[in-house]
C-alpha cells in the first residue's frame, strides 16, 4: 500500500482512505469498521463534498452498507 498509493496520486487525486490499515500518506482515513457501522459513510461524503465533486445534499443514506447486505443476502 505505501507503495501502491504514491503511484496512483501521480495519476489521481486522492482525498482520502477507506480500509482496514491507515496509509503512511497525510490524507483523511475511514476505517472499514467506521464506514459498515454508518458513520464513515457521512464522513467521506463530507470530505468528498468539501473537494466541490458532489452535491452537498444526498438522499440516500448508508448506501455502502445496504448494498453490502443485499451482496451477501444474494450469496445465501
Excluded: H, W
Amino acid at each position: 500500500m505505501n507503495e501502491i498509493i504514491p503511484q496512483l496520486a501521480e495519476k489521481f487525486k486522492i482525498i482520502a482512505a477507506v480500509g482496514t490499515k491507515r496509509p503512511s500518506m497525510s490524507l483523511p482515513y475511514i476505517s472499514l469498521e467506521d464506514l459498515i457501522a454508518g458513520n464513515g459513510e457521512q464522513r467521506l461524503i463530507s470530505i468528498i463534498s468539501r473537494q466541490g465533486d458532489l452535491p452537498p445534499v444526498i438522499e440516500d443514506r448508508n448506501v455502502v452498507v445496504a448494498s453490502m447486505c443485499e451482496d451477501v443476502l444474494k450469496n445465501i
